[in-house]
C-alpha cells in the first residue's frame, strides 16, 4: 500500500503542477486542452490513493477498489506518454522519473487488481476506460505528431515601385519603394528581423551577338553567387554593388492574423549614375506566436567587427566581407512539460550586409551552441518546433535609362 500510495501522490503532483501551467500559460487550444487533461487526472490519482487506503485499511465502501484500480491505470497511461514526450527533452532527470513512475504505475496496477476488486458492469468501466485512454492518445497525437507538421501557414511580402522623382537641381533623384506585409493565416507571428536592400547593376550592351561560350560563362558566374541574371544575346550583366540597406520593421514586434504592415523605403542616388539598372529586394525573418514565445525584446549583442560574442562561423564570414549586426531574446516552449524539460534556447538574429548585399539569419540553440551549424535534419526540426518561416520577394528590377535622360 506504501509504494502504490508513493507513485499515486507523486503522479498527482507532477500532473497537477504541469496541467496547471498548460491551463493558464499555454500558447494553444490543443495545449490548455492537455492542462485540463492533466488536472482531471491528478484529480483521479488523489481520489485513488484515498480509495487505496480505504482499500487496504477499513473497506467502509465496497467500490475503493475499483476507484484506487482506474487511479493506477490512469497513471500508468499518463506517465507512459510524458516518457514518450520527455525522450525529446534534455532533461535526463524527468525523463528517469516518468520513468520510474510508469514502471511503478503499471505494478499499482497488478497489485490492486490481484485483491479481489469488486467492479460493477465491468462491461461499461472497461468501455470508459477505453474511450478515455483513446481521448487521451488522440490529443497527445494532435498536439505532438499532427499540429507540427500541419500545412503552415505563409504571410506574404510584396513591393511597389512609385515614380522617381527629381531633386530641384535635376542632379539627384529618389525612388520610392512601398513594402507590404500581410498575413493571411489564422496565426500571429513576431518579427524576428527584416531587411531591405537595393543592388546597383551595369548591364552595357554588347554591339554584335554573344557566343555560346560566353552564355556558359554568365551561367557559371551566377550560379556560384546569389544574383541571378538572365542569358542574354546582348545583355552584360555584371555584379551588382549594393547601394542601399535597411531593416524596414522593428524587432521583436508582431503582426497577428489578418493583420497587414505597410512601410515606404526612399533608395537616392545621382543623377549621372553609372549604372544601369536597380534591383530591389525585401526579406521577413518570422516566428509563429503557437510555437514559442518571445521574451521580449530582442536585445542588440554585439557587431561582427568588435570581436565579442560572436561565432567563429561569423567571424569567416566578416574576413569575406560580409559584416553582422546581432540580436537575441530567450525563446519560451509553448507548453509546459517542454518548458521544463528542456534546457533554456535563445533565438540570435544576424543582421548581414555587404558589398554584394543584405539578408537576415536566424539560429535558436542553447546558450553557447552558437558555433554549431545545424545539420539538415536539425534545421528541420528546429523549423517545425518553432514556426520559423523566412518570406523574401525581390528582385524586382527597374532600369535607369529614363530618369539618366532628364539631367
Partial sequence: MA????????????????????????????????????????????????????????????YSGMVALIGAFAALLTNALLVVETRSGDSVAYLVLFGALTAGSAWAVFAVWRTAVMIPAPKRVAAALIVSSAIAIANFGYQNLYQPYQRETRPLVRMA????????????????????????????????????????????????????????????QWSRSQEVNPLSRREIHQPGEMVEARPWMPY??????SDTFATRVVVQLPIDTPYDQL?????????????????????????????????????????????SIIYRAR??????????????????????????????????????????????AQERELVSRYGLVDVLTGPMERSLWDIKSRR
Fill in 3 to 62: 509504494v502504490i500510495l508513493l507513485v499515486l501522490l507523486v503522479t498527482t503532483l507532477m500532473m497537477g503542477w504541469f496541467g496547471l501551467e498548460d491551463f493558464v500559460h499555454a500558447l494553444t487550444f490543443p495545449g490548455r486542452l492537455t492542462g485540463a487533461v492533466l488536472i482531471a487526472v491528478a484529480f483521479t490519482t488523489l481520489l485513488g490513493s484515498a480509495a487505496v487506503v480505504d482499500h487496504w485499511l477499513w473497506r467502509s465502501f465496497p
Fill in 161 to 220: 515601385l512609385g515614380d522617381p522623382v527629381l531633386n530641384q537641381d535635376r542632379k539627384e533623384f529618389a525612388v520610392p519603394v512601398d513594402i507590404t506585409l500581410e498575413n493571411r493565416g489564422d496565426v500571429g507571428f513576431y518579427v524576428l528581423g527584416t531587411e531591405f536592400h537595393a543592388m546597383a547593376e551595369r548591364v552595357p550592351l554588347s554591339p554584335k551577338d554573344r557566343l555560346r561560350r560566353q552564355w556558359r560563362s554568365d551561367a557559371e
Fill in 252 to 257: 521583436g514586434q508582431w503582426i497577428e492574423s
Fill in 279 to 323: 534591383a530591389f529586394y525585401a526579406t521577413a525573418s518570422l516566428a509563429r506566436k503557437d510555437r514559442l514565445g518571445l521574451e521580449p525584446p530582442l536585445q542588440f549583442k554585439a557587431y561582427s567587427w568588435s570581436g565579442k560574442e560572436v561565432p567563429t562561423w561569423v567571424k569567416e564570414q566578416q574576413k569575406s566581407g560580409l559584416d
Fill in 331 to 376: 525563446v519560451h516552449e509553448n507548453n509546459a512539460i517542454d518548458e521544463r524539460t528542456r534546457d533554456p534556447r535563445y533565438v540570435t538574429v544576424y543582421w548581414r550586409f555587404g558589398t554584394h548585399g543584405a539578408s537576415v539569419a536566424t539560429i535558436v540553440a542553447r546558450r553557447g551552441e552558437e558555433d554549431h551549424i545545424p545539420t539538415g
